[in-house]
T-cell receptor, first 114, second 115 residues
Framework: SQQGEEDPQALSIQEGENATMNCSYK?????LQWYRQNSGRGLVHLIL?????REKHSGRLRVTLDTSKKSSSLLITASRAADTASYFC??????????????FGRGTSLIVHP | DAGVIQSPRHEVTEMGQEVTLRCKPI?????LFWYRQTMMRGLELLIY????????DSGMPEDRFSAKMPNASFSTLKIQPSEPRDSAVYFC?????????????FGDGTRLSIL
């Protein structure tokens, strides 16, 4: 089944640095979403990018989408210790007709050292 | 605004016992999803409902698992009998629909340990 896969599995950086995470998927999509999960908590929606969009911004977050390469990237600029979390992409596999079976990757574990 | 509420937050029980996990979605949301998260398999969709009707339960691992949504504000996931391999964190999420342009709102999960 369709699934996004995040890369790298783990990322460790210093506060103030930028963090880039990638998501690759296998079949065409309508939308791709990014989520964050803090330890011991549920996932929190960050940003959605549609298949006809190439880039989207939300605060310190920048998401790009390259449908020709079937990949997306999430950039967190000027990272903070509070950004420490796991980050997941979710794809829809091009589902149509109102149905959406979301599939999540395994996530990228980001650690930001103060 | 109250988010998705799950109970209990933690459950420890012995193999063979019945386990019932509960979820209250966000008011007004008409889609509800149950997920299971483990280190080995990541986040797996078990079942989802739209307008209280189960739409896809192909992710439910075995007949020991069942889910119900008797009304728009409540859902349960039941495991009977439970086994150690069912140990995981179970999440409930809700959204305004099943369209892929709808973000999902997750509860904080139930951490289930089967001894």
């Amino acid at each position: 089944s369709q699934q996004g896969e995040e890369d790298p599995q783990a990322l460790s950086i210093q506060e103030g640095e930028n963090a880039t995470m990638n998501c690759s998927y296998k079949t065409s999509i309508n939308n791709l979403q990014w989520y964050r999960q803090n330890s011991g908590r549920g996932l929190v929606h960050l940003i959605l990018i549609r298949s006809n969009e190439r880039e989207k911004h939300s605060g310190r977050l920048r998401v790009t989408l390259d449908t020709s390469k079937k990949s997306s990237s999430l950039l967190i600029t000027a990272s903070r210790a509070a950004d420490t979390a796991s980050y997941f992409c979710a794809t829809d596999g091009g589902a149509s007709g109102g149905s959406y079976i979301p599939t999540f990757g395994r996530g990228t574990s980001l650690i930001v050292h103060p | 605004d109250a988010g998705v509420i799950q109970s209990p937050r933690h459950e420890v029980t012995e193999m063979g016992q019945e386990v019932t996990l509960r979820c209250k979605p966000i008011s007004g949301h008409n889609s509800l999803f149950w997920y299971r998260q483990t280190m080995m398999r990541g986040l797996e969709l078990l079942i989802y409902f739209n307008n209280n009707v189960p739409i896809d339960d192909s992710g439910m691992p075995e007949d020991r698992f069942s889910a119900k949504m008797p009304n728009a504000s409540f859902s349960t996931l039941k495991i009977q009998p439970s086994e150690p391999r069912d140990s995981a964190v179970y999440f409930c999420a809700s959204s305004l629909g099943t369209g892929s342009n709808q973000p999902q709102h997750f509860g904080d999960g139930t951490r289930l340990s089967i001894l």
